[in-house]
């Protein structure tokens, strides 16, 4: 083996965990996801760009999916579609098995247009607006997962035939992790506490035309402890005998190459297990994976706009928080590579930073790769999820592009957003 081949080996196997499964180094050492080089979707497409190892995220979907299914028969995986609302990512999903949740119309949206059966569709929120009840009800969406009294009202009013709903719970467990990703304690927005939920209950019971299946509970998200998701199933089997109980997901994966983060597998046995102790033989399990699905099959690609040796070792790329907001809403971690030059020395430390006018506008602190040089280009690894979500127009920035890697072909799936784009909500004024 060359000394450039171990440097490569050496440099991937310390993100093994975090970049995409079928990423390699070529011997050029550049950075090669489902077979594609990154100089090569980066001149096609241009950056930033969201790639996305399509056969890494068929293969995690069906883990979930099948492995659910072998160690409880009863079961259903939803694809919690917040973490990569794509029409693609719907279609992908649903025909590796998965059913879907959304938790707004525009998800609703997006599924259907993706052609997923509407009975498939979970809708969650805790504050659905008539507008996007009656959107659900129109096009069939399979089951409704109600939230508060006032969801109640809205149904009972427009309800013409008979729907699927589970009722959303406080199980009273404190997550372990960032304080805005913790949707379970006592003191949360979402879902009923039991003692109203025993109202709660009855009263859609009672009601001709709701059917309810079961109860919800989800307790946040990039969890790392699996007991703390049987803690979940033995909160919500407190709650009464149903045919369906459906314990969320929010099982977090590894971002750097410290973390620890478990397996499917160790996920499900957990979470069976506790099933197997506390929920009747016969019922419905239900889990909704989302992150831990997407996370790791994605990375972003950015190309190096200038390198700036002052206070510190600054590495400013063409993208930024616009893209990437979570790392300024809950501090999380990522790692980065020069894509383009791997199998170089890594002797440098240096902060990748954004184009957004904010100093918090920071994507990679204490970096370590070779001396970056102006239109290198940077891979963020572990974006798959909430990065797309969550991206907006700050200084004007437009969402970027994405595509599907696959066996040497690449598709684009959603085009990057134009100057055209950003000026057609303001045609009112423009026109006037």
């Known amino acids: 083996m060359t000394a450039n081949a171990a440097a490569a080996t050496a440099s991937l196997d310390g993100m093994r965990d975090i970049l995409p499964e ?47 299914r072998r160690r409880w028969t009863n079961s259903e995986v939803l694809y919690a579609s917040k973490s990569f609302p794509i029409v693609e990512m719907y279609r992908v999903a649903a025909e590796e098995g998965a059913s879907i949740d959304v938790a707004g119309g525009g998800e609703i949206v997006l599924a259907l247009k993706a052609g997923v059966d509407p009975k498939r569709i979970h809708f969650h929120g805790n ?115 149903f045919r369906t109980y459906d314990i969320g997901g929010g099982l977090g994966v590894k971002y750097t190459y410290d973390e620890v983060a478990p397996s499917v597998e160790e996920y499900l046995d957990r979470v069976v297990e506790a099933a197997a102790a506390h929920l009747p033989a016969d019922a419905r399990l239900v889990i909704e994976p989302g992150r831990s699905i997407v996370a790791r099959a994605g990375v972003t690609l950015y190309r190096v706009v200038s390198v700036k040796r002052s206070g510190r070792d600054f590495v400013a790329v063409d993208g930024g928080m616009a893209d990437q907001l979570d790392i300024a809403l809950t501090g999380q971690r990522y790692e980065a590579v020069l894509a383009n030059r791997m199998t170089e020395p890594w002797d440098e430390e240096v902060q990748i930073v954004g184009r957004q006018c904010e100093s918090g506008d920071l994507l990679v602190e204490d970096a370590r790769m070779p001396a970056p040089a102006v239109d290198d280009l940077v891979a963020l690894a572990t974006t798959g999820a909430y990065s797309y979500s969550m991206t907006n127009n700050y200084n004007g920035a437009l969402r970027p592009a994405i595509v599907f890697v696959q066996e040497g072909e690449a598709r684009l799936v959603a085009r990057r957003e134009t100057y055209e784009d950003l000026l057609r909500l303001h045609e009112p004024v423009q026109e006037a």
Do not use: C
């Open 127 to 241: 504050a659905k607006t008539t507008d996007e009840l009656r959107l659900a009800l129109d096009t069939g969406v399979g089951t409704i997962i109600i939230d508060n009294f006032d969801e109640i009202d809205r149904l009972e009013a427009l309800l013409t035939g008979p729907q699927h709903v589970l009722i959303r719970l406080i199980p009273g467990v404190e997550a372990e992790t960032h304080a805005s990703q913790a949707t379970g304690g006592v003191r949360s927005k979402f879902g009923f506490p039991i003692e109203q939920a025993v109202a709660a209950i009855e009263r859609i019971s009672a009601h001709p035309l709701m059917e309810l299946d079961g109860v919800h509970v989800h307790i946040g998200s990039q969890i790392l402890n699996v007991d703390q998701f049987a803690q979940a199933v033995d909160s919500i089997s407190r709650s009464g005998t």
């Open 22 to 68: 079928h990423a390699e180094v070529d011997e050029l050492g550049e950075l090669r996801i489902g077979g594609v080089g990154v100089s090569r979707l980066a001149a096609e497409y241009g950056t930033p760009l969201h790639i996305i190892d399509e056969a890494g995220l068929r293969a995690q979907i069906r883990r979930f999916v099948d492995g659910l």
